[in-house]
Antibody, heavy 116, light 106 residues
Framework: QVQLVQSGAEVKKPGASVKVSCKAS????????ISWVRQAPGQGLEWMGW????????NYAQKLQGRVTMTTDTSTSTAYMELRSLRSDDTAVYYC?????????WGQGTLVTVSS | EIVMTQSPATLSVSPGERATLSCRAS??????LAWYQQKPGQAPRLLIY???TRATGIPARFSGSGSGTEFTLTISSLQSEDFAVYYC????????FGQGTKLEIK
């Protein structure tokens, strides 16, 4: 079955960087893009950006431009999301999702806590 | 950016009754709209795409309708497992989500 498995929880200090991985299985990785979505505690869903697993093209949400980088490793069917210059309001659960326009399926989520 | 507005923020309904959730787009998104269900501590799950097509494995009690700027998710007879938060998402011009509707037991 199609599945996305994400890396484990992270605790980071303000100003640091975090890199979250998302390993895909059950489908041809390069046939679809991957979107990243985050959810702050008790809040709604915020789309962060998209990467084509075919050619690496990206599109990032404007508010994260300059701080986020999305990459893929087609040899391992893994997508990565790196967020730099972390602030306390970056504390959230970060999800990857296979992007068909709609998102299906989603990874299980990775909690990133930013705290001094 | 296309703004998605969901109403109501909270909906209280008794099991077995019908629930109707609304989603409005700030400009036309054609039929490029999806609905998701999210339970506490879980990732969102796709329910509907293309405004009205049920995703694989989604029960027939879930239905979606609408096009352009006005959309509705209807759950015909609420089961205990349906009480959750529901989000709409447009994918006509990249992606934006509504703020969610919490469906709670009355």
């Amino acid at each position: 079955q199609v599945q996305l498995v994400q890396s484990g929880a992270e605790v980071k200090k303000p100003g640091a960087s975090v890199k979250v991985s998302c390993k895909a299985s059950g489908y041809t990785f390069t046939s679809y893009g991957i979107s990243w979505v985050r959810q702050a505690p008790g809040q709604g869903l915020e789309w962060m950006g998209w990467i084509s697993a075919y050619n690496g093209n990206t599109n990032y949400a404007q508010k994260l431009q300059g701080r986020v980088t999305m990459t893929t490793d087609t040899s391992t069917s893994t997508a990565y999301m790196e967020l730099r210059s972390l602030r306390s309001d970056d504390t959230a659960v970060y999800y990857c999702a296979r992007d068909l326009g709609w998102f299906d399926p989603w990874g299980q989520g990775t909690l990133v806590t930013v705290s001094s | 950016e296309i703004v998605m507005t969901q109403s109501p923020a909270t909906l209280s309904v008794s099991p077995g009754e019908r629930a109707t959730l609304s989603c409005r787009a700030s400009q036309s998104v054609s039929s490029n709209l999806a609905w998701y269900q999210q339970k506490p501590g879980q990732a969102p799950r796709l329910l509907i795409y293309g405004a009205s097509t049920r995703a694989t494995g989604i029960p027939a009690r879930f239905s979606g309708s609408g096009s352009g700027t006005e959309f509705t998710l209807t759950i015909s007879s609420l089961q205990s497992e349906d009480f959750a938060v529901y989000y709409c998402q447009q994918y006509n011009n990249w992606y934006t989500f509504g703020q969610g509707t919490k469906l709670e037991i009355k």
